[in-house]
């Protein structure tokens, strides 16, 4: 009996628990789709499709153009980024010039203008203790 314990204290300060951030997604323009979401940890890769840390999507149906998301993230400084993917080919669709046919937000719900917001106007820390965020689709 003493070796688990004894395992378990020595393993304890590498243990990293994740947090639970949950999205309650608002103004979807209609119930259709699915919502994805990217966090990130880098301005380096914000708000690109490709350099996300976490990657998740509603598994509940869009209901009166509103649905949660939760991501489970460690501890840390990430900006999250979604879409509403209403015709559900899992692409995030913008006409020949690259203005979105889809809704987007951001967290912290930054003005945009014609390019996507800072990393920085999205940030977020992530402590020990799990989140709540709104977040306005614009279309």
């Not at 009166?64 to 993230?73: A, I, K, L, Q």
């Not at 400084?77 to 020949?96: Q, R, V």
């Not at 719900?109 to 940030?123: Q, R, T, V």
């Not at 820390?125 to 799990?130: A, I, L, P």
């Amino acid at each position: 009996m003493k070796f688990p314990v004894l395992f378990l204290l020595l393993c304890a300060p590498s243990l990293v628990l994740a947090v639970d951030i949950s999205f309650k997604v608002e103004n979807l323009r209609s119930n259709k789709g699915q919502v994805f979401v990217g966090i990130y940890d880098s301005p380096d890769t914000f708000p690109s499709g490709d350099g996300y840390v976490a990657y998740c999507f509603n598994k509940e149906k869009i209901v009166d153009g509103r649905v949660s998301v939760t991501c489970s993230v460690e501890p840390g400084y990430y900006a999250a980024a979604m879409y509403h993917d209403e015709n559900e080919n899992m692409d995030f669709d913008t006409n020949f010039v690259g203005i979105p046919k889809e809704g987007y937000g951001f967290t912290n719900n930054p003005k945009i203008g014609l390019s996507p917001p800072k990393f920085e106007e999205a940030a977020f820390k992530v402590d020990n203790q799990n989140l709540e965020f709104i977040v306005r689709m614009k279309y």
